[in-house]
T-cell receptor
Framework: GESVGLHLPTLSVQEGDNSIINCAYS??????FIWYKQESGKGPQFIID?????DKRQGQRVTVLLNKTVKHLSLQIAATQPGDSAVYFC??????????FGSGTKLNVKP | NAGVMQNPRHLVRRRGQEARLRCSPM?????VYWYRQLPEEGLKFMVY????????ESGMPKERFSAEFPKEGPSILRIQQVVRGDSAAYFC?????????????FGPGTRLTVT
């Protein structure tokens, strides 16, 4: 079956540094990907998305890179802030809006 | 524009009881999805519904679990005869009808504890 996994379960960064969170996906037919942020006790919050016909997309302080050759997705957060501390999930969409989520990476921002 | 609403936020049930989780999608959204999340894990897809139709229930356990999204009212996830292993956070998400964007908006979740 499809699976989405993350290389690093926990990432600690210093405030102001850039963060990179990685994600591997297994289904080459997936055509849409989303990064979600989940704070403790809350539901996932949309950060940024990318379609399979793109390899890079930028938002405010965030960039998502997609490498379809190796089925790899990354989220870059510039100038990481304490408010960025959360668990980050990548999710891939295969069909009918059904998403498969990875197990998450916990980002810990040290002041 | 209110977001996705879920209630209750916390639900405690004894083994063998029934749990009913409610989800009201965002205004204008007619697609609803239910996910389950165990502690320290990602979200696992359970079921995808449109009004009065179950589109994909491939992630739902075959027994004790059911879901509906009636023409009027919220979507309901029902768990009968709950067991301790059902303890988890259950999230509902919605997306707009005929959206080409596919983004799903999540509710705050219902945390079910089975004692």
């Amino acid at each position: 079956g499809e699976s989405v996994g993350l290389h690093l379960p926990t990432l600690s960064v210093q405030e102001g540094d850039n963060s990179i969170i990685n994600c591997a996906y297994s289904n080459s037919a997936s055509d849409y990907f989303i990064w979600y942020k989940q704070e403790s006790g809350k539901g996932p919050q949309f950060i940024i998305d990318i379609r399979s016909n793109m390899d890079k997309r930028q938002g405010q302080r965030v960039t998502v890179l997609l490498n379809k050759t190796v089925k790899h997705l990354s989220l870059q957060i510039a100038a990481t802030q304490p408010g960025d501390s959360a668990v980050y999930f990548c999710a891939e969409n295969l069909n009918f809006n059904k998403f498969y989520f990875g197990s998450g990476t916990k980002l810990n921002v040290k002041p | 524009n209110a977001g996705v609403m879920q209630n209750p936020r916390h639900l405690v049930r004894r083994r063998g009881q029934e749990a009913r989780l409610r989800c009201s999608p965002m205004k204008g959204h007619s697609h609803v999805y239910w996910y389950r999340q165990l502690p320290e894990e990602g979200l696992k897809f359970m079921v995808y519904l449109q009004k009065e139709n179950i589109i994909d229930e491939s992630g739902m356990p075959k027994e004790r679990f059911s879901a509906e999204f009636p023409k009027e009212g919220p979507s309901i996830l029902r768990i009968q005869q709950v067991v301790r292993g059902d303890s988890a956070a259950y999230f509902c998400a919605s997306s707009p009808k005929d959206s080409g964007h596919y983004e799903q908006y999540f509710g705050p979740g219902t945390r079910l504890t089975v004692t």
